[in-house]
């Protein structure tokens, strides 16, 4: 088991900045990815960033030069710098750990773009 602990939701205007932060505890493959997905109301949950252990990343195009995704192996974390902020953005933000078979999800952050 995996555990995900989510830090640094909240409400922030368009144009504004937010950081997110997850802490992973527990039965840790080395070899995994971490990252963020988000679900709008009435929305699937959609991938916003990922990175894996060795650096690779990948992000949604619609938060591409606005949005970077980074971690500490040391410390199995993983963060996700949210910047030029837009209503659209507004979504509940769930962390992510994809290691062997097994791929986990922490509790969830809302975050709120006003305009």
């Known amino acids: 088991q995996v555990q995900l602990v989510e830090s640094g939701g909240g409400s922030v205007q368009a144009g504004g900045s937010l950081t997110l932060s997850c802490a992973a505890s527990?039965?840790?493959?080395?070899?995994?990815?971490m990252g963020w997905y988000r679900q709008a109301p009435g929305k699937q949950r959609e991938l916003v960033a990922v990175?894996?252990?060795?650096?690779?990343?990948n992000y949604a195009a619609s938060v591409k030069g606005r949005f970077t995704i980074s971690r500490d192996n040391a410390k199995n974390t993983v963060s996700l710098q949210m910047k030029s902020l837009k209503p659209e953005d507004t979504a509940v933000y769930y962390c992510?750990?994809?290691?062997?078979?097994?791929?986990?999800w922490g509790q969830g952050t809302q975050v709120t773009v006003s305009s």
């Open positions: 990175i894996s252990s060795g650096g690779m990343t």
């Open positions: 527990g039965s840790i493959f080395s070899i995994n990815t």
């Open positions: 992510s750990h994809r290691g062997g078979p097994y791929n986990y």
